[in-house]
């Protein structure tokens, strides 16, 4: 037994590697902490009452909050959600439920799959052209829309993979009791997979509920409260951040931003945590 | 007869929907083709290896904010991709309930909104990275007078820059090119794995000669999306930058990326600026598109997730 | 005849269900020795104690000795390493590395031993014209192991393991994912294997275990009723259940 290559070489290369291995867990989820505590850590202090409950003003003025940038997300993330969601089902159960136009079927699957990857800020810059330039202004409703794109593929792919779930033999009974496609479709197939389409919802509108570069493009920012949601730029949570953090020198606008980032990373980090518990129910539930 | 007729009215209700997700993507061609139009006119192609960004004499080029582009988004992914493939290593072979908490942690690196990272990014890391480790770089391990590489690591450092941004980024798209590779390892056939170890292959042996090669599609899917993701990435990016729009000297000069410069610009733009900020959009818009269609190509064949991130 | 393999009180644990009961088991040098049993006897998690490929499994466990050449190799202290180089393994479905053939060969040789090019080559050459493969592979030693057919694979697979100079052949069910002729094949490869190693192969095939195997084990339940020379035992079983086994009666 000539030219053995040597057994020890080999264990420590894979023991270093292994080493390697844990250290990149460690960095991942170190990084995750870190972030989460930084933000805690400078947010917290901003959390007053008055802060939460007082909307924005320009710096010197004492005595500004969050209220109408919290108020203006919300309006503007729950009309993202309206428009896209009931479309986004529809478009689902197309490609779950019909599969006579297969061609068709694939050509856009493969749309929402790419839509997908694509960069937010090109989504910001489509928006711009489509609402902002034909109606003359910005608006928290402009917003909604590119958040709506945003959300579109997502909910529309859940969908088809949530339908695709729901055995088969429970379309045909349906089918075979005489009810008709469409009945079967929503009242059947589409509450068989009810917890599912949630998710998908929820999950959607936690990407989209922090998601900053489109807004710049399309509801900008404004001291005001969102009444202006048609008609001019609204305050929002995002923006209102990148304002702070950025173009301002002052550490009390700094310290604002801080707690900004701490409302939205609670809200976002909450829907997403309490979606994963609930895909998680599911799973155990069956 | 009522009921088929509300059948096919469902039925091409659905139908419309669904094509919003073709017309969208058509739009997105269109919309920025039209918008860019007078750019293309005034610089042809010549917009695209220009590197001249001059509002004031209304002369505009792409190259400054590709080469930025790139070299950020190749930073990260030499960060990246060797920390997703080893903690995916780690984690698959882990104990099931270590392994599931420790996924959902770096998922949630997914969920958390990027202009956190970006605030985390200014704050945080720029100082750290200024104070500490690229004195440290420079300094002590004199990295800049390394023969070849050498050229691309600067003398000069503020914090700001490319490797900032290059560092932030790979944190932002570890989890997605994680979760890919976690899914395409666990495709490996067991009897597969068995028959590497069988023949005396260790665990690092078996995972990079067969199970790597076994899953390579899938592995090159999952680095195309994390291309993608770092690669449109705006709003970390835009913190920690710098926002120059020169060409970057080396890794540690502030430079911009095609994002960062459309969100940093366009409220002050009009007209051929504003064009040309659309040609940018147009340029970012082709990238990512090849880019999705080649990680969907390799990731078709495979089962796993299509890069889309469960956060 | 010298006793290569000695299994010593050997139990069997997945989780907490225990799958092998006291198996002892004493295998002879260069001799093909057969397991049979019905399924889920334990056979095959018999089989893979030997190399112990179990270990990959983190609730899997064993107890007991595993003598190999004197050496008892369930000792933490014995190279694992070594240990699957000296004992080959070949599974029901042949498993070809995603390769080409000369590399399906060439890449556990390259793992163990530091060989030119030109050796390398030769060892190759030796390790299919040993699995009775190079005639047929040849001309495509640069396609893929995966391209070639089902039987050819298995014999690839049966070539990657001779190549490092293994003493001892481990094969759980080899042909049962194989057509008959090529089925054939391996049998006659098998016999004309065992002048150089120890061949202890896994069977659901009653008439594969009597042409080809010296001695044969039967499983039941994880434990082993019956074990001795092949021709005796399909002759002239002692214990019931190996009678109404064989017979055809059960399994």
């Not at chain 2, 969100?263 to 659309?278: I, P």
């Not at chain 3, 002892?24 to 018999?46: F, M, N, Q, W």
Request: aromatic share 10%; proline share 4%; hydrophobic share 50%.
């Amino acid at each position: 037994m000539k030219n053995k290559r040597s057994i020890t070489s080999r264990k420590w290369t894979d023991r270093l590697v292994r080493a390697f291995s844990i250290f990149a867990v460690a960095v991942a989820v170190m990084s995750m902490l870190w972030v989460i505590c930084t933000v805690i850590y400078y947010g917290h202090r901003a959390l007053r009452p008055s802060f939460l409950l007082n909307p924005s003003r320009p710096y010197g003025i004492p005595g500004g909050g969050i209220a109408n940038a919290l108020l203006g997300t919300i309006a503007i993330t729950f009309g993202a959600a309206l428009i896209a969601v009931p479309p986004a089902i529809l478009g689902g159960i197309y490609l779950s439920e019909y599969k006579d136009r297969r061609v068709i079927c694939s050509i856009l699957r493969f749309s929402a799959t790419v839509m997908m990857g694509m960069p937010s800020v090109i989504i910001g810059l489509f928006v711009y052209m489509i609402v902002v330039v034909s109606s003359g202004h910005f608006s928290g409703f402009a917003g909604s829309v590119a958040l709506a794109i945003i959300m579109f593929p997502v909910v529309m792919r859940n969908t088809e993979d949530m339908l695709g779930l729901v055995p088969y033999t429970l379309r045909e009974a349906a089918l075979a009791m005489g009810m008709t496609r469409t009945r079967t479709t929503l009242r059947i197939v589409c509450f068989a997979a009810r917890r599912g389409l949630l998710t998908g919802v929820l999950l959607a509108l936690s990407r989209v509920s922090g998601e900053t570069a489109p807004l710049l493009f399309t509801a900008l920012f404004s001291d005001s409260w969102p009444t202006t949601y048609f008609s001019g730029p609204t305050a929002n949570m995002p923006v209102l951040i990148t304002e702070y953090a950025t173009n301002s020198p002052f550490a009390e606008m700094h310290q604002a931003g801080w707690g900004a980032a701490l409302v939205v990373m609670l809200l976002v980090l909450t829907i997403n945590i309490a979606t994963r518990l609930l895909i998680r129910g599911q799973a155990d539930g069956h | 007869m009522f009921a088929l007729r509300t059948d096919r009215i469902f039925q091409w209700l659905c139908l419309i929907s669904a094509m919003i997700a073709g017309l969208l993507m058509l739009g997105f061609f269109v919309q920025l083709s039209l918008s860019s139009v007078s750019t293309w006119r005034q610089f042809g192609l010549g917009f695209l290896v220009s590197n001249d960004w001059d509002p004031v004499a209304n002369r505009f080029g792409a190259l400054p904010s590709i080469v930025g582009t790139l070299c950020t988004t190749v930073i990260a992914l030499l960060l990246a991709i060797p920390l997703a493939f080893a903690a995916a290593l780690y984690l698959v072979d882990a104990p099931p309930l270590l392994s599931n908490i420790l996924s959902h942690a770096i998922d949630l690196l997914a969920a958390i909104p990027s202009v956190i990272y970006g605030m985390w990014g200014l704050f945080v890391m720029v100082p750290i990275m200024q104070k500490h480790v690229q004195p440290f770089m420079v300094d002590v391990l004199r990295l800049h007078r390394l023969p070849v590489i050498g050229r691309y690591i600067g003398e000069y450092y503020n914090g700001f820059g490319i490797f900032t941004a290059g560092i932030i980024l790979a944190i932002m798209v570890l989890p997605y090119i994680y979760a890919i590779l976690r899914d395409v390892i666990k495709m490996t056939p067991p009897v597969l794995r068995e028959a590497a170890y069988g023949v005396g292959c260790t665990r690092w042996e078996t995972a990079k000669d067969i199970v790597l090669r076994y899953g390579i599609r899938g592995v090159l899917g999952g680095i195309f999306i994390g291309l993608g993701r770092a690669l449109g990435e705006t709003m970390a990016v835009l913190f920690v930058i710098g926002n120059l729009m020169d060409m970057p000297e080396d890794i540690f000069s502030g430079a911009t990326t095609i994002a960062a410069t459309l969100a940093n610009n366009f409220a002050e733009a009009d007209c051929l600026q504003r064009s040309a900020l659309f040609a940018l959009g147009l340029v970012l818009l082709l990238m990512s598109f090849s880019i999705q269609v080649a990680a969907q190509y390799y990731l078709h064949a495979t089962s796993a997730r299509r890069g889309e991130s469960r956060s | 005849m010298a006793i290569k393999i000695s299994a010593k009180n050997l139990n069997f644990y997945y989780g907490s269900n225990q799958a092998l009961f006291d198996n002892s088991l004493d295998i002879e040098e260069r001799r093909i020795t057969a397991v049979i049993g019905p399924s889920g006897c334990g056979k095959s998690t018999h089989l893979r104690v030997y190399n112990r490929i179990f270990e990959l499994y983190r609730d899997q466990r064993v107890t007991g000795e595993l003598i190999i050449d004197g050496v008892n190799v369930l000792d933490p202290q014995v190279d694992v390493l070594e240990l699957r180089r000296k004992v080959g393994m070949i599974f029901q479905k042949p498993t070809p590395f995603p390769m080409s053939v000369f590399e399906n060969i060439a890449y556990p040789i390259k793992l163990h031993f530091k060989l030119s090019s030109k050796e390398l080559k030769q060892r190759v050459e030796q390790a299919l014209r040993a699995a009775s493969l190079w005639d047929e592979v040849k001309d495509k030693l640069k396609n893929s192991g995966l391209a070639l057919s089902g039987g050819q694979q298995q014999r690839l697979c049966i070539a990657r393991a001779i190549a490092i100079e293994p003493e001892i052949l481990l094969m759980d069910e080899p042909t049962s994912a194989i057509d008959p002729v090529a089925t054939l094949k391996i049998e006659e490869l098998m016999l004309s294997l065992k002048e150089k190693y120890t061949i202890v192969v896994v069977t659901h095939n009653m008439q594969q275990a009597a042409r080809i195997s010296d001695n044969t084990a039967f499983f039941f339940k994880g434990h082993i009723i019956e074990y001795g020379p092949t021709a005796r035992i399909f002759t002239n079983p002692k214990e019931k259940k190996t009678e109404e086994y064989i017979t055809g009666r059960f399994g």
